[in-house]
């Protein structure tokens, strides 16, 4: 009976761990985004980096769209080699803080 009881206190405590949401906020990402100025911010920039890719601008982007992008970047679903380097380096706090700050851009 013991042993059901631990079961049913950790699945709850899992519960409630998985249901928390991370909440992006724009502040915090001020000193996070310096790793995208250099590209991002520059309009018509294209790297070269192993090829010639079209860099978008991030301001004014969907927060959802920023946050499935730098997470298809970190599983490498999305290929390109400094883009995971970066998102790699990133947790999902981090992801959420710069998605609520580059979708607040105009």
Known sequence: MKKLFALL??????NVAVSAEIVGDAKA???KVAMCIG?????????SFPEV??????????????????????????????????AASMSDQDIADVAAYYSQQK
């Open 9 to 14: 206190a950790l699945a709850s405590v899992a």
């Open 29 to 31: 990402a001020v000193n």
């Open 39 to 47: 590209c991002h911010a520059i309009g018509g920039y294209k790297s």
């Open 53 to 86: 890719y079209q860099v978008p601008m991030l301001g004014g982007q969907s927060e959802k769209y920023i946050i499935s992008a730098l997470h298809a970047y970190k599983k490498g679903d999305r290929n390109h080699p400094s883009m995971h380097g970066i």
